[in-house]
């Protein structure tokens, strides 16, 4: 296995993993305009895990300020294993990748979101050094 920078041929397989390991409906155009402009943005990092050229995971960050917090923020926005890669060190692997990224960047905490009904993947960060802060909300705007 191999973790990389993201590149625009991993994008079919970033679009397979948010589909079937995260369950996100997005078409594949949309994700394709959005990590084209990710790819050009320096506040977000890609790094994608492969193996035999085929994408088995990834991770994607943003990055930020916030008035409480000195240095700069890393969030996880994304993270996916393809299913019969997990509970292999993948996942863990793709973080320790993003945490070196973040230590040579002047990021000082790193953030991550996910979804109540997701235990497995709170038990995962929790394993990760993460600790649970609070709740996060959200409100469509469309």
């Known amino acids: 296995m191999i973790i990389s920078d993201c590149k625009r041929e991993n994008i079919s397989g970033i679009y397979e993993l948010l589909k079937n390991e995260l369950g996100k409906n997005v078409s594949f155009e949309t994700l394709e305009n959005r990590i084209d402009k990710m790819l050009c943005d320096s506040n977000y990092k ?4 492969e193996t035999d050229n085929k994408t088995i995971g990834f991770i994607g960050v943003h990055f930020g300020l916030a008035f409480e917090i000195d240095g700069k923020v890393m969030r ?9 890669y997990q ?20 990021v000082t905490v ?3 979101n996910s979804g109540l009904q997701r235990l497995p993947a709170h038990s ?3 394993k ?13 705007l469309e």
């Open 87 to 106: 509970n292999k060190g993948i996942g863990t692997a793709l973080v320790k990748t993003a945490e070196e990224y973040a230590m040579g960047n002047d």
């Open 124 to 126: 995962f960060y929790e």
């Open 46 to 49: 890609i790094f994608v895990a």
């Open 110 to 112: 790193i953030g991550v």
């Open 76 to 84: 996880i926005i994304a993270l996916a294993v393809k299913e019969e």
């Open 128 to 140: 990760q050094g993460f600790y649970r802060k609070g709740y996060s909300f959200i409100k469509s």
